[in-house]
C-alpha cells in the first residue's frame, strides 16, 4: 500500500518570504499522481497544484512550485512571496493511475507572520 | 451552485442514533469520493462511486457505514448505531471522471455525545 509522510507538523513564514513544505511517500508503482491541497479554516479542501510522476519538468502555479524527486520519492511544495492568506493547512497527496482514492498524509499546518 | 454541496455543516448527535450526511456533487461529475478526517486516524478514504455504482468501497470502517448515490447525482452517507469514534469531519469529493482532480466540499462536522 502505498503512503504519503509529512515530516514537518508546522511551519512558520515571514510574510513576503519563502517557504518550502516536505512530503516523502512510497510506492512501488512507476505512474501516479501528487498533489498539494490546501485546508482553510472554513474546511474545503482546494487543489494547489498537481504532478504527473510520468513528467520530470516541475509543476508550477503561479506562487507555488514543487520539487518532484522521483527516485528519491521526495515531492515538495515552495511558496513564493508568502501570503497572509496561504495560512492553512497543507495536505500532501497520491494517486494510483489504477485507482482513484487519494491518499494523504498528515498535513502540515503554515503560520504567516506579518 | 457550482461547488461540492454538503449537509448539514454540522450535526451533534447522541450515542447509537443513526445519521445520514449529503452530498451534492458538482453538475456533472460522475466520480464522487467520501473521505473522513479525524484527529486520530487523518484523512481516509471512505467510498468511491462512479455513476450510481461503488466499485471501492474498501474504506468503510464497519458494516454500520453505507452510502448509496441515486440518479448518477447526490450521495447520501449513512452511519448506524453511532459510536463517538465516529466523531470527524465528513468530505465528500466529486471529478469528471476517473484521473481527473477531485474538488472539495466544507465537510460535515460530525459529533457524538
Known amino acids: 500500500a502505498q503512503t504519503v509522510t509529512q515530516s514537518q507538523p508546522e511551519m512558520s513564514v515571514q510574510e513576503a518570504e519563502t517557504v518550502t513544505l516536505s512530503c516523502t511517500y512510497d510506492?512501488?508503482?512507476?505512474?501516479?499522481?501528487l498533489f498539494w491541497y490546501k485546508q482553510p479554516p472554513s474546511r474545503q479542501m482546494i487543489l494547489v497544484i498537481r504532478?504527473?510522476?510520468?513528467?520530470?519538468q516541475n509543476a508550477t502555479e503561479n506562487r507555488f512550485s514543487v520539487n518532484f524527486q522521483k527516485a528519491a520519492k521526495s515531492f515538495s511544495l515552495k511558496i513564493s512571496d508568502s501570503q497572509l492568506g496561504d495560512a492553512a493547512m497543507y495536505f500532501c497527496?497520491?494517486?494510483?493511475?489504477?485507482?482513484?482514492?487519494?491518499?494523504f498524509g498528515a498535513g502540515t499546518i503554515l503560520r504567516v507572520k506579518s | 451552485g457550482a461547488g461540492v454541496s454538503q449537509s448539514p455543516s454540522n450535526k451533534v448527535t447522541e450515542k447509537g442514533k443513526d445519521v445520514e450526511l449529503r452530498c451534492d456533487p458538482i453538475?456533472?461529475?460522475?466520480?464522487l469520493y467520501w473521505y473522513r478526517q479525524s484527529l486520530g486516524q487523518g484523512l481516509e478514504f471512505l467510498i468511491y462511486?462512479?455513476?450510481?455504482?461503488?466499485?471501492?468501497k474498501s474504506g468503510l470502517p464497519s458494516d454500520r457505514f453505507s452510502a448509496e448515490r441515486t440518479g448518477g447525482s447526490v450521495s447520501t452517507l449513512t452511519i448506524q448505531r453511532t459510536q463517538q469514534e465516529d466523531s470527524a469531519v465528513y468530505l465528500c469529493?466529486?471529478?469528471?471522471?476517473?484521473?481527473?482532480?477531485?474538488?472539495f466540499g466544507d465537510g460535515t462536522r460530525l459529533s457524538i455525545l
Open positions: 497527496a497520491y494517486r494510483s493511475v489504477y485507482g482513484n482514492k487519494l491518499v
Open positions: 462511486f462512479q455513476g450510481n455504482s461503488a466499485p471501492d
Open positions: 504532478q504527473e510522476a510520468y513528467k520530470q
Open positions: 453538475s456533472g461529475h460522475t466520480a
Open positions: 469529493a466529486s471529478s469528471t471522471g476517473e484521473n481527473q482532480p477531485q474538488h
Open positions: 510506492t512501488s508503482e512507476s505512474d501516479y499522481y
